[in-house]
């Protein structure tokens, strides 16, 4: 597994799984403007894929995906050593609670400042 991790804070390798085009340009511009490398996956299958090769420092997950959801992801996640302690933002309109494990939940829509606070004390 490639390590892409750069340390905590500003320049954090952030993982956005997120399948609406509008919410994921403007979460990864945000992300990009504040100095972060930010990878991207449309669907959970390639979220999973990205995982086999890469450790980012934070990942941004919504809920509701294609394929694999997001509920599938966190579980792989959690049940994988590797990438169990990797911590995870959900991000989703159709969460009601926190699910277990996870940093923190942005419900959607959310302001880009809100994700910016949640992104710095998340990643350190």
Partial sequence: MTTATSGAGR???????????????????????DGHQVLTARDGRRALALLAQLRPSLILLDLMLPDVNGWEVLAVLRATPQLADIPVVVMSAHV?????????????????DELRDVVRRSCG
């Fill in 96 to 112: 009601h609670e926190a699910p277990l494990k996870v940093a923190h939940v942005l419900r959607k829509p959310m302001s880009i």
């Fill in 11 to 33: 320049g954090s390798v952030i993982l956005v799984v997120e399948d609406d085009d509008a919410v994921c340009e403007e979460v990864c511009d945000a992300l990009r403007d």
